[in-house]
């Protein structure tokens, strides 16, 4: 297997998404290049020589199903992971036809874009990435879906966990209370930011009364995991 680290093109308009698997995707150790149009995704493959395309279906110039039918006729291999609201059958046979590797609906968590890309990069010969996360005392690891803080196993709910998981994955960015709304509660969740202010208080009880406290609130913005 090659051990070099994976290079990942994420082809999306929409920010909050580029956000997310940008910051993902680096953490997982991933070389990451962002290209917002059709247009762009083609000069990226070419240029960037990616291990792995994801490839949102809907963009503002080429759609992604066009995208792919060039890439292929023009000889490129490289596996696509098609991102996309659109989930109707005649879609999803379209996408697989033209040559693309998987189709993953909107919206979708971390976990799951995370175990779509290291199984295609398994099955196309890269090294598995990593499962745990980690800062200063605090380490998650995901096969085990155990949290440790400094040395000591700590009991999280589905949703701790979750919130946890995301805010690990984007250490030292300052996340506001929406986008931790749309990737932990998902992007449909009606509710409103007071769930997150109950959650990392809920955190904060578990984690930063053990060892380091790495929580912290950026007042008016949201919040972030760093060590001061």
């Given amino acids: 297997m090659d051990d ?15 956000f997310l698997l940008d910051a993902t995707l680096r953490h997982f150790g991933h070389q990451v290049r962002v290209a917002r149009t059709g247009r762009e995704a083609l000069v990226g493959v070419t240029d960037f020589a990616p291990d792995l395309v994801l490839l949102d279906v809907m963009l503002p110039d080429l759609d992604g199903f ?12 490289v596996p696509v992971l098609f991102l996309t609201a659109r989930d109707t059958t005649q879609d999803v046979v379209r996408g697989l036809t033209l040559g693309g590797d998987g189709y993953l609906k909107k919206p979708f968590s971390v976990e799951e874009i995370v175990a779509q890309v290291q199984a295609l990069l398994r099955r196309n010969g890269r090294a598995a990435t990593s499962t745990k996360l980690s800062l200063a005392d605090l380490e998650l690891d995901d096969d085990a879906h155990v949290v440790r803080k400094a040395g000591r196993v700590v009991d999280l709910s589905p949703t701790e966990y979750s919130l946890l998981r995301f805010l690990l994955v984007n250490a030292g960015r300052v996340l506001s ?16 930011a007071t769930v997150v202010e109950t959650y990392i208080s809920y955190l904060r009880k578990k984690l930063d009364t053990i060892g380091q406290p790495l929580i912290k609130t950026v007042r008016g913005i949201g919040y972030t995991l760093r060590v001061d």
């Fill in 177 to 192: 209370r929406s986008q931790i709304l749309d990737h932990v509660w998902q992007y449909d969740f009606g509710g409103n």
């Fill in 4 to 18: 070099r680290p994976a290079r990942i093109l994420v082809v999306d308009d929409e920010d909050n998404i580029t």
């Fill in 66 to 77: 066009e995208v792919v039918r060039r890439l292929r006729f023009d000889g490129a291999q």
